[in-house]
């Protein structure tokens, strides 16, 4: 007879203990174990079949090295994101909050390379196949060699795949999937791990590119074992909200491109629309002369994107005024406010602070540093920024410095193409920029910059 046993699962890290346990010893998290039923059998048949890949360890110089091919989406954006397209026997998971475009923008692509490839399997365990239809249609992402199956068991999907040998596979979402052989629910860390690992192994043996949903935690993050993060090659996550247009991929993790390109795209009646020229998506409602407004150059990946910060600053008389950054590092708010204060003697001890990036977009890094000063002393005092079409680049050191920044280049040719006229920028990038097209004022401290500007 089989034995059953229970045990206890963490649902971040997949540790396992015989008892409950309140902390993790794995990854310290605390209330994250989950109780799951094992089958003994199981294990035991497990050790008992050998499987003989016959691969030998080989020098690595002996390892002949190619180029990925990649599969072209049909979406400039969703390529930019992933390295350049598909790569075959990829295995690729997109998280986001329910309702922001995931099922879109891969019915779009499945779409896409079923007219250019050939088969593409859909797979959803969440909707029926008439759902999936009519959606297929008001996208109009209708395809012969598009197939779609309403199927959550692992064991008849594999069947599906293996009989159908499509181009691409869409699995819409891991979380509803399991296999029989395991006791817990679809969802449990045993169910998601088996499954996503079933998957890998198909798509590598077959050489098949997998797409993989995932659902999201109330706290934003990957729902399921940490262990589904580090199996697969790429992760991807939807940003943006539910009532705003546009909507914002941006790579976590990617084994065959870098991790710090975004896609933009524009959610309509007709799906998800990429969004080419991202500064103008961000720079539409600008008015170029407001008090406690700057433009800033970033740069994500290899895309430059002008954004507006805001910067509001308003007496209180609470004891501990207010600090709130929307799109900015609050450490590094915290930070310039204490060099405005040490260095230019202007008080924010007695005001609240906040500080917007225009757009939902998230800054990173420190291009934005010397926007954000200009933006705070322009609230404060009440006074606008007289310059027109005015773009402001520069880190901001402790010391009060203006640091350069990187790539100020491609940032400024930017500007440019968006008929900004004056930028404010470290005297040390002003040296090497050789456009002259536009007013280049060059700055080496933040007292230098508010004097030139106020």
Same mark, same amino acid.
């Given at each position: 007879?089989?034995?059953?046993?229970?045990?206890?699962?963490?649902? *971040?890290?997949?540790?396992?203990?015989?008892?409950?346990?309140? +902390?993790?010893?794995?990854?310290?998290?605390?209330?994250?174990?989950?109780?799951?039923?094992?089958?003994?059998?199981?294990?035991?048949?497990?050790?008992?079949?050998?499987?003989?890949?016959?691969?030998?360890?080989?020098?690595?110089?002996?390892?002949?090295?190619?180029?990925?091919?990649?599969?072209?989406?049909?979406? %400039?954006?969703?390529?930019?994101?992933?390295?350049?397209?598909?790569?075959?026997?990829?295995?690729?998971?997109?998280? %986001?909050?329910?309702?922001?475009?995931?099922?879109?923008?891969?019915?779009?692509?499945?779409?896409?390379?079923?007219?250019?490839?050939? /088969?593409?399997?859909?797979?959803?365990?969440?909707?029926?196949?008439?759902?999936? +239809?009519?959606?297929?249609?008001?996208?109009?992402?209708?395809?012969?060699?598009?197939?779609?199956?309403?199927?959550?068991?692992?064991?008849?999907?594999?069947?599906?795949?293996?009989?159908?040998?499509?181009?691409?596979?869409?699995?819409?979402?891991?979380?509803?999937?399991?296999?029989?052989?395991?006791?817990?629910?679809?969802?449990?860390?045993?169910?998601?791990? *088996?499954?996503?690992?079933?998957?890998?192994?198909?798509? /590598?043996?077959?050489?098949?590119?997998?797409?993989?949903?995932?659902?999201?935690?109330?706290? #934003?993050?990957?729902?399921?074992?940490?262990?589904?993060?580090?199996?697969?090659?790429?992760?991807?996550?939807?940003? %943006?909200?539910?009532?705003?247009?546009?909507?914002?991929?941006?790579?976590? /993790?990617?084994?065959?491109?870098?991790?710090?390109?975004?896609?933009?795209?524009?959610?309509?009646?007709?799906?998800?629309?990429?969004?080419?020229?991202?500064?103008?998506?961000?720079?539409?409602?600008?008015?170029?002369?407001?008090?406690?407004?700057?433009?800033?150059?970033?740069?994500?990946?290899?895309?430059?994107?002008?954004?507006?910060?805001?910067?509001?600053?308003?007496? !209180?008389?609470?004891?501990?005024?207010?600090? !709130?950054?929307?799109?900015?590092?609050?450490?590094?708010?915290?930070?310039?406010?204490?060099?405005?204060?040490?260095?230019?003697?202007?008080?924010?001890?007695?005001?609240?602070?906040?500080?917007?990036?225009?757009?939902?977009?998230?800054?990173?890094?420190?291009? #934005?540093?010397? %926007?954000?000063?200009?933006?705070?002393?322009?609230?404060?005092?009440?006074?606008?920024? /007289?310059?027109?079409?005015?773009?402001?680049?520069?880190?901001?050191?402790?010391?009060?410095?203006?640091?350069?920044?990187?790539?100020?280049?491609?940032?400024?040719?930017?500007?440019?193409?968006?008929?900004?006229?004056?930028?404010?920028?470290?005297?040390?990038?002003?040296?090497?920029?050789?456009?002259?097209?536009?007013?280049?004022?060059?700055?080496?401290?933040?007292?230098?910059?508010?004097?030139?500007?106020?």
């Amino acid at each position: 007879m089989a034995k059953i046993k229970k045990m206890f699962v963490c649902n *971040e890290c997949g540790y396992e203990s015989p008892k409950w346990m309140g +902390k993790c010893p794995g990854c310290n998290g605390w209330n994250t174990f989950t109780e799951e039923v094992k089958d003994e059998s199981i294990n035991n048949f497990k050790r008992a079949v050998t499987i003989s890949s016959g691969n030998k360890p080989k020098s690595i110089t002996e390892v002949k090295s190619s180029e990925y091919e990649r599969l072209d989406t049909g979406i %400039g954006e969703l390529n930019r994101v992933i390295g350049g397209g598909l790569v075959k026997g990829s295995l690729t998971l997109i998280s %986001g909050d329910p309702g922001i475009g995931k099922s879109t923008i891969l019915l779009q692509s499945a779409s896409n390379i079923a007219k250019k490839y050939g /088969k593409v399997l859909y797979v959803s365990g969440e909707e029926s196949e008439e759902q999936i +239809k009519m959606r297929a249609e008001r996208l109009k992402a209708t395809c012969n060699e598009l197939y779609i199956v309403s199927e959550t068991n692992i064991d008849i999907i594999e069947e599906h795949i293996l009989s159908m040998e499509p181009t691409f596979v869409i699995i819409d979402s891991i979380q509803t999937l399991y296999k029989a052989t395991i006791t817990s629910a679809p969802g449990s860390v045993s169910q998601v791990r *088996e499954c996503t690992n079933d998957l890998m192994r198909i798509g /590598k043996t077959k050489n098949i590119p997998l797409f993989i949903v995932a659902h999201v935690t109330k706290q #934003g993050e990957l729902a399921g074992p940490r262990v589904l993060e580090h199996m697969v090659d790429t992760v991807l996550y939807f940003e %943006g909200e539910r009532t705003q247009e546009f909507r914002i991929i941006r790579t976590i /993790k990617n084994r065959f491109g870098t991790t710090s390109e975004i896609g933009v795209f524009e959610m309509k009646e007709s799906g998800l629309e990429e969004v080419t020229d991202a500064s103008s998506v961000f720079l539409q409602e600008k008015s170029m002369q407001q008090e406690g407004s700057v433009v800033i150059g970033i740069l994500e990946g290899t895309r430059p994107i002008l954004v507006e910060i805001q910067a509001l600053a308003s007496e !209180t008389k609470a004891v501990m005024p207010r600090r !709130t950054a929307v799109g900015v590092d609050h450490q590094r708010l915290s930070l310039i406010l204490a060099v405005l204060e040490k260095k230019l003697k202007v008080p924010f001890y007695n005001s609240d602070v906040y500080v917007n990036v225009v757009g939902g977009l998230n800054v990173d890094g420190t291009y #934005g540093d010397l %926007g954000i000063v200009l933006a705070l002393i322009s609230s404060i005092k009440s006074r606008e920024i /007289k310059l027109e079409n005015l773009l402001v680049i520069g880190e901001v050191g402790l010391t009060g410095e203006v640091r350069p920044i990187a790539h100020a280049e491609k940032i400024i040719n930017e500007a440019v193409k968006m008929g900004f006229t004056n930028i404010i920028l470290p005297e040390k990038n002003k040296a090497k920029i050789t456009n002259k097209m536009v007013n280049l004022i060059g700055v080496t401290t933040v007292k230098e910059a508010v004097s030139k500007i106020f």
